[in-house]
């Protein structure tokens, strides 16, 4: 393990206090693998002792976790005002979790020493100094965790320093400075950062949180400052704004500032750690999420994509490809030729050999797109626009609708009840079907499936995922229309398609028919 710099996990005790985020210590282990994987060098894993779940973590980790880069922090107090280090028996539960690091908390900010502590600043250090020291001498490494750090220098240096110099004199690996309330800002943090080592001379670390919307840049000064320890948490986790964002902080390290703080070929896992993680706390990945997003590197705008085509770099800060993300192109009603081609090579389609194509496709996207139609995020429409224009249209079909229609009925107990009828041809066939459901899309999508899953029985693994309506306003006096995106998947692969109508189940109507066509195109080749 790389000792001179410490990257330092927090997902798994600060992060989990996300609102919304509940993490089972199954969930626990799972994100531990991940974060190992990346090469994080500490993974604190929770406060056993406080919480019965984070005992459990640690019994559990010693055999069901094989770590190759981590090693485990337990995280807690330091002893009670009234008991000897080794007598106090959450002390011992830090020690008994067997964790090779603990980091202890304690109070740098003396007005929390006096208001929440109600004990006095030496009998605080007091407090430091004997768990340090004890938990030394039975063989684990300490770290501390010096908690609303930048406040408290505001207010009394003298004790906040007088905080730093104890803890290091009793053994104490390195002192974590922390912006617990996140209000700071990079310049004066980066001042007391540097101020605290020239002073104490002790290691230090730097643990922020987001409430200003610095967390990345304070973590960053800190470290130019010397601090030689970071904390932070998997996709930016954390109550309130959340902690600073350790993918963001481990990519500007070693990408902008050369520090090489994770292996390289972990950094090109990061992308899929962060979305294997949001897997696991069931909170949708923030698209734009700096290097890891969705978004991060998706291009929009025609004159911008021409240059993109020849020179990518010319319009993003790194190669994606080193923290495993994609270049994506985005179709737009901006979208020239040019952003259209290169959106056709991302899913598979030279259009560069066949102009006329190419300008037919393009026609075709603008006038959709003046209706309301937004290929950005339906890749399988595009997909089956192009093969339209590159096949004709005929040989995408899989069945001819001749009609549809649907009812609702609204019943004496309150319930609704939709019943709808499409009538079309598939193979020669003229077929009419009825379905019910608990709305007008769900019977139709019933009535389609009855009316040819028998000729398609594939159509049995497709699955809606994702609906999605939104209303568009109408110009030029012209009514609204509706946009609806439906998101289908066969289980291992998923697909958006568009809709675009002024009626709401028109709208529904078409996207779903694209959906099945487009699943039954990929089934069947
Ligand atoms: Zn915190």
């Given at each position: 393990m790389n000792d001179s710099f410490h990257v330092y996990d927090t997902t798994l005790r600060d992060g989990a206090q996300q609102e919304g985020l509940a993490l089972s210590v199954a969930d626990k282990l799972v994100i531990a693998r991940q974060l190992d994987g990346l090469g994080v060098g500490f993974i604190e894993g929770g406060w056993p002792g406080a919480i019965p779940k984070d005992t459990e973590f640690f019994e559990r980790a010693r055999t069901e976790l094989d770590l190759k880069h981590a090693q485990l922090a337990a995280f807690g107090m330091t002893r009670r005002a009234d008991l000897a280090a080794a007598d106090d028996p959450q002390v011992a539960a830090l020690r008994d979790s067997l964790a090779p690091v603990v980091t202890l908390v304690a109070k740098a900010h003396d007005r929390h020493v006096e208001l929440a502590l109600r004990t006095t600043l030496d009998e605080c250090l007091a407090m430091v100094r004997d768990t340090v020291e004890h938990l030394v001498s039975e063989g684990r490494r300490v770290f501390v965790d010096a908690e609303h750090f930048f406040n408290g220098y505001q207010d009394n240096p003298a004790y906040a320093l007088e905080f730093v110099r104890t803890a290091a004199e009793a053994g104490a690996s390195l002192v974590a400075l922390c912006d617990t309330n996140g209000g700071m800002l990079p310049s004066e943090l980066g001042d007391v950062v540097h101020t605290v080592i020239e002073r104490t001379g002790a290691r230090v670390g730097i643990h922020c949180h987001d409430d200003s919307g610095c967390a990345v840049a304070n973590s960053l000064i800190a470290i130019e400052a010397g601090a030689t320890h970071v904390q932070g948490a998997a996709n930016g986790y954390g109550e309130r704004t959340g902690n600073a964002n350790l993918f963001t902080i481990v990519a500007n390290l070693?990408?902008?500032?050369?520090?090489?703080?994770?292996?390289?070929?972990?950094?090109?896992?990061?992308?899929?750690?962060?979305?294997?993680?949001?897997?696991?706390?069931?909170?949708?990945?923030?698209?734009?999420?700096?290097?890891?997003?969705?978004?991060?590197?998706?291009?929009?705008?025609?004159?911008?994509?021409?240059?993109?085509?020849?020179?990518?770099?010319?319009?993003?800060?790194?190669?994606?490809?080193?923290?495993?993300?994609?270049?994506?192109?985005?179709?737009?009603?901006?979208?020239?030729?040019?952003?259209?081609?290169?959106?056709?090579?991302?899913?598979?389609?030279?259009?560069?050999?066949?102009?006329?194509?190419?300008?037919?496709?393009?026609?075709?996207?603008?006038?959709?797109?003046?209706?309301?139609?937004?290929?950005?995020?339906?890749?399988?429409?595009?997909?089956?626009?192009?093969?339209?224009?590159?096949?004709?249209?005929?040989?995408?079909?899989?069945?001819?609708?001749?009609?549809?229609?649907?009812?609702?009925?609204?019943?004496?107990?309150?319930?609704?009840?939709?019943?709808?009828?499409?009538?079309?041809?598939?193979?020669?066939?003229?077929?009419?079907?009825?379905?019910?459901?608990?709305?007008?899309?769900?019977?139709?999508?019933?009535?389609?499936?009855?009316?040819?899953?028998?000729?398609?029985?594939?159509?049995?693994?497709?699955?809606?995922?994702?609906?999605?309506?939104?209303?568009?306003?109408?110009?030029?006096?012209?009514?609204?229309?509706?946009?609806?995106?439906?998101?289908?998947?066969?289980?291992?692969?998923?697909?958006?398609?568009?809709?675009?109508?002024?009626?709401?189940?028109?709208?529904?109507?078409?996207?779903?028919?694209?959906?099945?066509?487009?699943?039954l195109l990929k089934l069947e080749g």
């Amino acid at each position: 393990m790389n000792d001179s710099f410490h990257v330092y996990d927090t997902t798994l005790r600060d992060g989990a206090q996300q609102e919304g985020l509940a993490l089972s210590v199954a969930d626990k282990l799972v994100i531990a693998r991940q974060l190992d994987g990346l090469g994080v060098g500490f993974i604190e894993g929770g406060w056993p002792g406080a919480i019965p779940k984070d005992t459990e973590f640690f019994e559990r980790a010693r055999t069901e976790l094989d770590l190759k880069h981590a090693q485990l922090a337990a995280f807690g107090m330091t002893r009670r005002a009234d008991l000897a280090a080794a007598d106090d028996p959450q002390v011992a539960a830090l020690r008994d979790s067997l964790a090779p690091v603990v980091t202890l908390v304690a109070k740098a900010h003396d007005r929390h020493v006096e208001l929440a502590l109600r004990t006095t600043l030496d009998e605080c250090l007091a407090m430091v100094r004997d768990t340090v020291e004890h938990l030394v001498s039975e063989g684990r490494r300490v770290f501390v965790d010096a908690e609303h750090f930048f406040n408290g220098y505001q207010d009394n240096p003298a004790y906040a320093l007088e905080f730093v110099r104890t803890a290091a004199e009793a053994g104490a690996s390195l002192v974590a400075l922390c912006d617990t309330n996140g209000g700071m800002l990079p310049s004066e943090l980066g001042d007391v950062v540097h101020t605290v080592i020239e002073r104490t001379g002790a290691r230090v670390g730097i643990h922020c949180h987001d409430d200003s919307g610095c967390a990345v840049a304070n973590s960053l000064i800190a470290i130019e400052a010397g601090a030689t320890h970071v904390q932070g948490a998997a996709n930016g986790y954390g109550e309130r704004t959340g902690n600073a964002n350790l993918f963001t902080i481990v990519a500007n390290l070693q990408l902008k500032k050369n520090l090489h703080v994770v292996p390289d070929d972990s950094l090109a896992e990061m992308t899929r750690i962060a979305h294997a993680i949001s897997e696991v706390t069931n909170i949708a990945p923030h698209t734009k999420q700096p290097y890891v997003g969705f978004s991060a590197f998706a291009h929009k705008a025609g004159i911008h994509a021409s240059a993109v085509k020849a020179d990518p770099m010319l319009y993003q800060h790194i190669d994606p490809e080193v923290v495993g993300n994609d270049m994506r192109m985005l179709v737009s009603e901006m979208a020239g030729r040019a952003s259209i081609e290169l959106k056709g090579r991302e899913l598979g389609y030279d259009l560069s050999g066949d102009r006329d194509a190419l300008s037919r496709i393009t026609e075709k996207v603008k006038v959709l797109e003046a209706q309301g139609h937004s290929f950005e995020a339906a890749d399988a429409s595009f997909e089956l626009l192009i093969l339209d224009e590159l096949k004709g249209e005929e040989s995408q079909r899989f069945f001819d609708v001749e009609s549809w229609r649907v009812i609702v009925e609204q019943r004496q107990d309150g319930s609704h009840m939709s019943e709808a009828t499409v009538k079309l041809h598939a193979r020669g066939e003229r077929i009419i079907s009825v379905g019910e459901g608990n709305g007008p899309v769900n019977a139709l999508d019933t009535a389609l499936r009855n009316a040819i899953g028998q000729i398609y029985p594939e159509l049995a693994e497709l699955e809606l995922r994702d609906y999605k309506v939104r209303i568009l306003e109408g110009d030029h006096g012209s009514s609204s229309r509706t946009r609806v995106l439906v998101t289908t998947t066969d289980g291992r692969d998923e697909w958006a398609t568009v809709g675009v109508q002024e009626n709401i189940v028109a709208a529904s109507w078409n996207a779903i028919v694209e959906a099945v066509t487009y699943g039954l195109l990929k089934l069947e080749g």
